[in-house]
């Protein structure tokens, strides 16, 4: 598995944002950073291109493969036959999507109802999934 510092020094315009990095994203022709990196609390590496590349796009174009983030495993489990990692993703921001207006109405103390608590539920048990599957 590669270490965090190793892979940062793979990227250019790297710089200390939050809980991580950003950097340019060698997948597309990235002028300001737009690729958030960093370590998560089970010690694997995330990544995220806010233009949309994929992470097999963006391990590629460093000269590395899914497999080196994920030894003795092959790579990242599968999605469903037909279903890409992109898609899945967008599916994933639609339920995050989903449980910030839930969030955002208790926080103005707007009453949620019971079907949207449930629906909130399900959301987050559908990025738990989808965070299994490396998204």
């Known amino acids: ?3 965090y510092d190793s892979l940062l020094s793979r990227f250019e315009a790297v710089r200390k944002a939050g809980r991580g990095h950003i950097a340019r994203c060698p997948a597309h022709a990235d002028k300001s950073p737009s690729l ?3 370590e998560g609390d089970d010690g694997r590496i ?3 291109c806010h233009a949309g590349c994929t992470f097999e796009a ?3 174009a460093i000269g590395l493969t899914v ?4 030894p003795g495993t092959g790579g990242l ?5 037909g279903v890409s990692f992109s898609a899945l993703r967008r599916a994933t921001d639609h339920e995050r999507s989903i ?3 839930v969030n955002a109405d208790r926080r103005k103390g707007m009453p949620v109802s019971d079907a949207d608590k ?3 539920d399900i959301a987050k048990q559908r990025i738990a999934s989808a965070g299994r599957l490396g998204c």
Not at 77 to 81: C, F, I, R, S, V
């Open 1 to 3: 598995m590669i270490a």
């Open 36 to 38: 958030s990196i960093r």
């Open 46 to 48: 995330l990544m995220h």
């Open 58 to 60: 963006v391990v590629s």
């Open 67 to 70: 497999a080196d983030f994920f």
């Open 77 to 81: 489990p599968k999605p469903a036959p």
């Open 99 to 101: 449980i910030f207006i």
């Open 118 to 120: 449930t629906r909130a």
